[in-house]
């Protein structure tokens, strides 16, 4: 199986700075990773993902850092904004049929 | 519109009393999937399938079925719901298997009395 945790519950950033969410899995047979958005009321919304072939993965204001060495991969997101108030998962695979989710992160965005 | 539809997105029933909870994607995606979220342990995978009749078990399958006849349609089943299924249930879909984005549907808020 896999374990997967998020390194803090909650987090609170002030508008305009970076954030930082941060994940660490146990399976190193993991090879596929994606971070998600959940706002109050919703289902999870796609972000971003990584293959384990990367360690560097950039989208709109997002960045996924993999390291494989530590089993450890983070969302960064930059000048972040008060619609970015919401949980943020981490998931990770090793087939691609199977997620194990970590508990999430609650981002607070301060105006 | 590209969406994942479950129904009814609130149910409160009683112990032992068979259910279904229906989930429904319009992208013709191939791999759809049923999670359960609950307080401090996150979303934990219950089953998937990869495509019309091939389903297999996720982390936590039991008190659970599900079947896939059809592409667009993938049902949860509870033959006899106990309380200790009673959570917010999710049901994604992607285009395939093996790593693509997935689509989740708004949740299904089951209470088991």
């Known amino acids: 199986g896999e374990s997967v945790g998020l390194h803090l519950p909650t987090l609170s950033v002030q508008e305009g700075d970076n954030s930082i969410i941060n994940c660490a899995y146990s399976?190193?047979?993991?090879?596929?990773f994606i971070w998600y958005k959940q706002e109050s009321g919703k289902g999870p919304q796609f972000i971003i993902d990584i293959r384990s072939n990367m360690d560097k993965r950039q989208g709109q204001r997002v960045t996924v850092l993999l390291n494989k060495t530590v089993k450890h991969l983070s969302l960064q997101i930059a000048a972040t904004q008060p619609g970015d108030s919401a949980v943020y998962f981490c998931?990770?695979?090793?087939?691609?049929?199977?997620?194990?989710f970590g508990t999430g992160t609650s981002l607070t965005v301060i105006p | 519109e590209a969406q994942v539809t479950q129904n009814p997105r609130y149910l409160i029933t009683v112990t032992g009393k068979k259910l279904t909870v229906t989930c429904s994607q319009n992208m013709n995606h191939e791999y759809m999937s049923w999670y359960r979220q609950d307080p401090g342990l996150g979303l934990r995978q219950i089953y998937y399938s990869m495509n019309v009749e091939v389903t297999d078990k996720g982390d936590v399958p039991e008190g659970y079925k599900v079947s896939r006849k059809e592409k667009r349609n993938f049902p949860l089943i509870l033959e006899s719901p106990s309380p200790n299924q009673t959570s917010l249930y999710f049901c994604?879909?992607?285009?395939?298997?093996?790593?693509?984005?997935?689509?989740f549907g708004q949740g299904t808020r089951l209470t088991v009395v």
């Open positions: 998931a990770a695979s090793n087939t691609g049929n199977q997620f194990y």
């Open positions: 994604a879909s992607s285009l395939f298997a093996g790593g693509t984005e997935a689509f």
């Open positions: 399976n190193s047979a993991s090879d596929y």
